[in-house]
């Protein structure tokens, strides 16, 4: 969070954005399930400039062996970014910020999956991120439960997914690359609607406790929209699954 | 999996005294166990501090060392934060490369100092472009009981105070203070049985649902948060969360 270029400004007198979004605003979400032939199930998210694919493989035998658990399927998540997804190639493989968030996604999907169905086994969830502009943990997240829905995985809801943050001292949600690199604070979170339960959440930056709550509010709300447009992709999938040519539907936040 | 029946038993014993509205070790479920800080612990570091929270005994060395900036921050110097779990302090730590529960406890910690401003970067620029200090906070963990994240927390800030920059010894004028500006701290509250409990033991951790840690600077504000394990919380939890972690970092601020 470097500070502010003079000339680069977040907020308009309009209360704008600078990709012209209102403060509570999401950028475009499409959501299509089932797009991988191997996997066991999968799912495509194009959420602004970011285009990020989930895959499920399991439940499945788990390896390394000692991970096993006798009661519960393990949910282990895989998060990682081609090179090319980034300005600066990133260099191939995981670093230590895929490793942490491969493991806040394993814990919120675990959250939400009947581990107790499948005991031994392992359920590997693989996102790569293929274009990155800021909120890819969060469509990793939101694709990788409609992927887990898409491989039959038992679970007691969808996790959604969405961040809020501050920008120019104002409370926005789901910010992106310009707003994330200049702004002033981040807020992930992974929301499950059934419960109304918070199973992700991270912070940095600078938040008062009011703007926090704040944001925690908008999050949460942008949440219940991506959960609407989970369901829709499953529902395209699987009601209209004879009519393979079907052309998922794009919907736009907001607009 | 000796270890899950174990943690079983000891759930059912927690469970019990939590239904009671107490803990194993007598606290409240506000109550942070008690802090001894040393700093200047270590000779050969720039700044050090041993830190004991109940049992949990770890130690932070900060090292400074001249090197080149990234290119995108050619102002600022560097900050690297790294956690070492060894064997010695837990039998749940194993040696090896950092496995993803180190990871996630330096990238906390780093979280913290770095969003909360802990020190003045822009002070640790030697030549811009070029030559800036880079700062390693290293974690090194020495008994485990629990609650690293704060322990370690609080370790770093200790060792800001009293860290120098070798100056002198790299050539470059006079040695000077470390800029420290602010002192992010941070609480881990864990969530067992729908109840929320600060500075978690050992124990306690390892039948917990749900973990969340929130640090907070000298006014307030939030600056870092990270939620843990496979639990959730509400969103009053949270907001609850937040309120202890205000009032603690102050009482941890005054100790510092």
């Given at each position: 969070m470097g500070g502010t270029p003079t000339d680069l400004k977040l907020i308009d007198e309009n209360g704008r954005r600078i990709d012209g979004r209102l403060p509570e605003e999401m950028r475009p979400l499409k959501i299509e399930a089932g797009v991988l032939k191997r996997a066991d199930g999968s799912a495509y998210v194009e959420w602004g400039n970011n285009k990020v694919m989930a895959a499920v493989y399991g439940p499945r035998e788990c390896h390394p062996r000692h991970l096993q658990n006798p009661e519960r399927a393990l949910v282990q998540c895989h998060y990682n970014m081609a090179s090319f997804s980034v300005d600066d190639r990133k260099r191939p493989g995981p670093d230590r910020r895929s490793h942490e968030i491969s493991k806040i996604i394993s814990e919120a999907l675990t959250n939400v999956v009947f581990t107790e169905y499948f005991p031994r086994t392992s359920i590997d969830v693989y996102i790569e991120v293929l274009q990155a502009n800021a909120g890819t943990r969060c469509a990793g997240l939101t694709a990788a439960s409609v992927a887990l829905a898409d491989a039959g995985v038992p679970?007691?809801?969808?996790?959604?997914?969405?961040?809020?943050?501050?920008?120019?001292?104002?409370?926005?949600?789901?910010?992106?690359?310009?707003?994330?690199?200049?702004?002033?604070?981040?807020?992930?979170?992974?929301?499950?609607?059934?419960?109304?339960?918070?199973?992700?959440?991270?912070?940095?930056?600078?938040?008062?406790?009011?703007?926090?709550?704040?944001?925690?509010?908008?999050?949460?709300?942008?949440?219940?929209?991506?959960?609407?447009?989970?369901?829709?992709?499953?529902?395209?999938?699987?009601?209209?699954?004879?009519?393979?040519?079907?052309?998922?539907?794009e919907i736009r936040e907001g607009a | 999996m000796g270890k899950d029946v174990v943690a079983d038993l000891k759930r059912d014993y927690i469970s019990k005294l939590l239904a009671n509205g107490a803990r194993v070790d007598g606290r409240r479920f506000d109550e942070q166990r008690p802090l001894t800080i040393e700093t200047n612990y270590i000779g050969s570091a720039e700044g050090s501090a041993r830190v004991r929270l109940g049992a949990t005994d770890v130690v932070v060395g900060v090292k400074l060392i001249m090197g080149e900036?990234?290119?995108?921050?050619?102002?600022?110097?560097?900050?690297?934060?790294?956690?070492?779990?060894?064997?010695?302090?837990?039998?749940?730590?194993?040696?090896?490369?950092?496995?993803?529960?180190?990871?996630?406890?330096?990238?906390?910690?780093?979280?913290?100092?770095?969003?909360?401003?802990?020190?003045?970067?822009?002070?640790?620029?030697?030549?811009?472009?070029?030559?800036?200090?880079?700062?390693?906070?290293?974690?090194?963990?020495?008994?485990?009981?629990?609650?690293?994240?704060?322990?370690?927390?609080?370790?770093?800030?200790?060792?800001?105070?009293?860290?120098?920059?070798?100056?002198?010894?790299a050539g470059k004028g006079e040695d000077y203070p470390l800029p420290v500006q602010h002192q992010p701290i941070s609480l881990t509250a864990v969530k067992i049985d729908g109840k929320i409990l600060v500075d978690p033991t050992h124990d306690e951790e390892r039948v917990a649902d749900a973990r969340l840690t929130v640090a907070t600077i000298e006014n307030g504000n939030l600056c870092a948060m990270q939620k843990g394990l496979n639990g959730a919380f509400t969103i009053d939890e949270v907001f609850k969360v937040v309120d202890l972690s205000r009032r603690i970092g102050a009482e941890v601020r005054a100790k510092l």
């Open positions: 679970m007691r809801d969808l996790v959604a997914s969405c961040a809020a943050g501050k920008v120019a001292d104002t409370v926005v949600v789901d910010l992106n690359k310009e707003e994330d690199n200049f702004g002033n604070a981040d807020i992930p979170v992974g929301y499950v609607p059934r419960t109304g339960e918070i199973v992700l959440l991270q912070m940095d930056g600078d938040l008062s406790q009011e703007q926090f709550e704040k944001g925690l509010g908008m999050a949460v709300e942008a949440c219940k929209k991506v959960s609407v447009l989970q369901r829709d992709a499953l529902k395209r999938r699987y009601a209209a699954k004879a009519d393979e040519g079907a052309e998922p539907t | 900036p990234f290119p995108d921050t050619p102002n600022t110097g560097v900050l690297t934060t790294n956690a070492e779990l060894i064997p010695m302090a837990s039998d749940t730590f194993e040696g090896g490369p950092p496995d993803q529960e180190s990871i996630e406890v330096a990238r906390v910690i780093d979280r913290g100092i770095r969003e909360g401003h802990a020190v003045d970067m822009a002070k640790l620029c030697i030549v811009p472009g070029k030559e800036v200090w880079i700062m390693f906070v290293d974690v090194h963990v020495l008994d485990y009981d629990g609650n690293l994240f704060d322990a370690a927390n609080i370790a770093a800030n200790a060792a800001f105070k009293t860290a120098i920059v070798p100056a002198k010894r």
